[in-house]
């Protein structure tokens, strides 16, 4: 399975972004997906998991009600719609496929990565 993310850059503080993820291979249709992000000098973190069919969203307190997560199987497509973003949601940002059909917010629940898209916010 291959994973890349895109849809990274720079924006102001109160600003939006939508980070896109492509997945290739059969597995990732079936399973559920996530993003997470790991600023400098800080461990990689939960932001927020999907179903595989869809449902099932969680967020991480930090994001919730300012990130969406979503998919589109058809397109084998991840997304993050990122609004009212702040200085400290800067990182980067990285996409996974889980090992089932729905993954949790921990690393080990996921099986597959990317190399990570990088988000500025400027204060």
């Known amino acids: 399975v291959q994973v890349i993310e895109s849809g990274g850059g720079l924006v102001q503080a109160g600003g939006s972004l939508r980070l896109s993820c492509t997945a290739s291979?059969?597995?990732?249709?079936?399973?559920?997906m996530g993003w997470f992000r790991q600023a400098p000098g800080k461990e990689r973190e939960f932001v927020a998991t999907?179903?595989?069919?869809?449902?099932?969203?969680r967020y991480a307190d930090s994001v919730k009600g300012r990130f969406t997560i979503s998919r589109d199987n058809a397109k084998s497509t991840l997304y993050l719609q990122m609004n009212l973003l702040k200085p400290e949601d800067t990182a980067v940002y990285y996409c996974?496929?889980?090992?089932?059909?729905?993954?949790?917010?921990?690393?080990?629940?996921?099986?597959?990565w990317g190399q990570g898209t990088q988000v500025t916010v400027s204060s």
């Open positions: 996974a496929v889980g090992r089932g059909a729905f993954a949790g917010v921990d690393m080990a629940s996921y099986a597959y």
């Open positions: 291979g059969r597995t990732a249709s079936n399973n559920g």
């Open positions: 999907i179903g595989w069919n869809g449902g099932n969203m």
